[in-house]
């Protein structure tokens, strides 16, 4: 007879150790998932501000439209390279402070991305003939997933205090 933890690859006595990789490995994978998100809404906001015309103009040209084209670009960046990070750290083990930075960070960009995409498509952004209005719903779930955002700062606060997560 072979245990029930063998066949589902994990070594018995350690469960408790394999249940917070699990949870590492998917806080990774929420973050991602919210690069994605982010991704999407840039591209889109993007590509729309420069067909949508206003005053004989593309609104691509308008400063304040340039603004939140840019704030999303460098906030998906950073959520981008944060995700690596955290994936890195956690193949050699325990990362849990990392993990939820990342996670963290990238489904509040998620966030902001679907939001200042909406507002470039103004109305539009409402209508589901645009993707954007798929992702403003989809975005909020990125913050919930393998532990709200409000208990990962506690997780990440935890880690940096014993030591097990530092920053720079």
Do not use: C
Request: hydrophobic share 45%; net charge neutral; proline share 2%.
């Amino acid at each position: 007879r072979v245990p029930v933890a063998n066949l589902l690859g994990g070594v018995e006595g350690r469960g408790m150790q394999q249940t917070l990789s699990a949870l590492e490995w998917g806080r990774v994978n929420i973050a991602a998932r919210g690069v994605g998100v982010g991704q999407r809404a840039y591209e889109e906001a993007l590509a729309y501000s420069k067909q949508r015309v206003a005053f004989d103009q593309p609104i691509s040209e308008f400063q304040a439209i340039q603004l939140k084209l840019a704030t999303m670009a460098t906030n998906l960046q950073a959520a981008r390279l944060m995700t690596y990070w955290a994936a890195t750290e956690v193949r050699g083990g325990r990362a849990d402070g990392p993990t939820g930075m990342a996670k963290i960070f990238s489904s509040e960009m998620a966030l902001e991305n679907a939001i200042d995409a909406m507002k470039v498509h103004g109305a539009y952004g409402y209508s589901t003939e645009y993707e954007i209005e798929r992702l403003f719903r989809d975005a909020p779930l990125m913050s919930i997933g393998e532990g709200t955002n409000d208990v990962l700062r506690t997780v990440v606060a935890k880690a940096l205090v014993s030591g097990r997560a530092s920053v720079g």
